[in-house]
């Protein structure tokens, strides 16, 4: 067998261990956080790169909802560098938690309150501001993200608890054993 082979079989047996684990919650859990890590990545890159794409991809959400247009420039790179720099670390904390729930759940705090404060500040802006039909839809999905975060951080931590860590596929890492 060649090197692309046992690389399969390998790939498909932590694949079983993983799906097959009797702690489905923390199965769950590392499915939900690497999926919220990616859904942050990806875009601190498209912000920090193209932002015209991200912008493009906002106003095409703003028609599909029935509005004419997004009348606010957006070509500074104050606030794009911030952007960028703030939904990069939503991607590293969620992955620094799916590392280890228990050593950093504590995470989830910062975590929580950068999703949250974004989510009520579109929610101000939609209402306050300018109606512009998006901003209910981020506020919204900023929203579940932070019930998925506080949801599946929890019921992982404490399912750990019952299955003990040594059945968790994968393991915990950063443990200092």
């Not at 106003?59 to 560098?81: N, V």
Request: aromatic share 22%; charged share 15%.
């Amino acid at each position: 067998m060649d090197v692309y082979g046992h690389i399969k079989d390998d790939v498909k047996d932590w694949w079983r261990r993983f799906w097959n684990q009797p702690n489905k919650a923390y199965r769950n859990f590392q499915m939900a956080f690497f999926l919220l890590g990616v859904h942050f990545l990806l875009p601190s890159f498209t912000y920090a790169f193209s932002p015209q794409s991200a912008i493009s991809q906002f106003t095409l959400m703003g028609r599909l909802l029935g509005a004419d247009s997004y009348p606010f420039a957006e070509d500074g790179f104050i606030w794009r560098i911030l952007g960028a720099g703030n939904v990069f670390t939503l991607a590293f904390m969620c992955f620094m938690i799916q590392s280890n729930v228990r050593r950093f759940y504590i995470v989830l705090v910062p975590l929580c309150l950068m999703k949250a404060y974004a989510s009520i500040g579109f929610l101000t802006a939609y209402l306050f501001a300018y109606g512009f039909p998006v901003f209910m839809g981020v506020f919204l999905w900023d929203a579940s993200n932070v019930l998925m975060f506080l949801y599946f951080a929890h019921t992982a931590y404490w399912s750990l608890e019952e299955w003990g860590e040594d059945a968790a596929v994968p393991g915990l890492k950063f443990n200092g054993k």
